[in-house]
């Protein structure tokens, strides 16, 4: 993979900000996560909204603390 610059406004990095779930997310990830949104949206508009609503679920339990960690959950699943 090549990585690349490109030009935003102040404005829009700070919309792409609060589509992050966590501090260290790559803005990378955050841009495939709403492509993948609006792609699905397009296709598959029910699903689409479904799926809006569990990352919104989704992102308020990690902002609350409330989420497992994939090392604690090899260990639940005995892997």
């Known amino acids: 993979m ?33 492509m993948y949104i609006a792609k699905t949206s397009k296709t598959q508009p029910k699903l689409s909204k479904e799926a809006i609503e569990q990352i ?3 992102r308020k339990r990690i902002k609350k603390g409330q989420f497992v960690t994939a090392q604690e959950a090899k260990k639940r699943l005995g892997l």
Do not use: P
């Open 56 to 58: 919104e679920k989704a």
């Open 2 to 34: 090549s990585d690349t610059t490109i030009r935003i406004s102040g404005d829009t990095k700070s919309e792409l900000d609060t589509f992050k779930e966590y501090k260290n997310e790559s803005y990378d990830e955050v841009l495939r996560k709403v």
